[in-house]
């Protein structure tokens, strides 16, 4: 499939009431088609890799296309000079989150790119550092205590910033590294109380999401050990 041909598709499912439902939740509207994100799922389960439409969909701007492209890409492809081009590219908090999720966290440079995000002052890069660390703590089983331990110094540091789209995926971050194990959500717990504590208001509103959910009878029990 082609650019233009999956440029087709999607003016074909785009609509304004569909536009219209993306800008209640805070995405960003103004290059979109008005796609929604099943029907973008769908068009991407037809694509293969390809990492020369990637870069020709993400240079169309268009929101949907964007998405498609981080679908796509080729992680082995996305050197540190691609890497930086894109997140300094995003308007979006969902194409942040679908470029960390499909592509960014998979890539050789990830965990580097952690550090550097993550402290920068852009609101959507910063935001893609943590969605980083959600991605790995939720599906990298190499990761070690050492690089947890790091992450949660991040994650303090950093707890204060008062953007929703970077308290919330802070918030997102510490909650994943929470559900990796027992350990795991027993030094979330105690970050989470540090920051409740001693911190910003801003700090205490995620502790609280934290807390809420690490605390659950759910997350618990799925650390329990089996009679």
């Not at 796509?72 to 997140?87: G, I, P, Q, S, Y």
Request: charged letters at 35%; one cysteine or more.
């Amino acid at each position: 499939m082609t650019k233009d041909e999956i440029l087709m598709i999607l003016e074909e499912k785009s609509s304004q009431e569909n536009k219209d439902s993306m800008a209640k939740f805070g995405i960003n509207t103004a290059n979109a088609c008005g796609v929604t994100s099943a029907d973008i799922r769908e068009i991407g389960k037809k694509l293969r890799k390809d990492h020369a439409l990637a870069l020709e969909l993400w240079e169309t701007g268009i929101h949907e296309a964007r998405i498609l492209a981080t679908m796509v890409a080729d992680k082995n492809r996305m050197d540190d000079e691609l890497l930086e081009k894109w997140v300094m590219e995003i308007n979006s908090w969902d194409l942040c989150d679908q470029f960390c999720t499909n592509l960014a966290y998979k890539t050789e440079s990830a965990k580097m790119k952690i550090y550097e995000w993550a402290v920068q002052n852009e609101t959507f890069v910063k935001r893609a550092g943590f969605a980083m660390i959600a991605n790995i703590a939720a599906k990298d089983e190499t990761l070690t205590a050492a690089e947890v331990d790091s992450y949660c110094t991040l994650i303090l540091n950093e707890c204060d910033d008062s953007r929703n789209y970077v308290r919330k995926a802070v918030s997102w971050a510490l909650r994943n590294i929470g559900k990796r194990d027992d350990d795991s959500r027993k030094l979330a717990v105690k970050i989470a109380k540090v920051m409740r504590d001693g911190g910003s208001k801003t700090a205490k509103t995620t502790a609280t999401e934290v807390l809420n959910e690490l605390n659950s009878k759910e997350v618990k029990t799925k650390f329990r050990p089996k009679k």
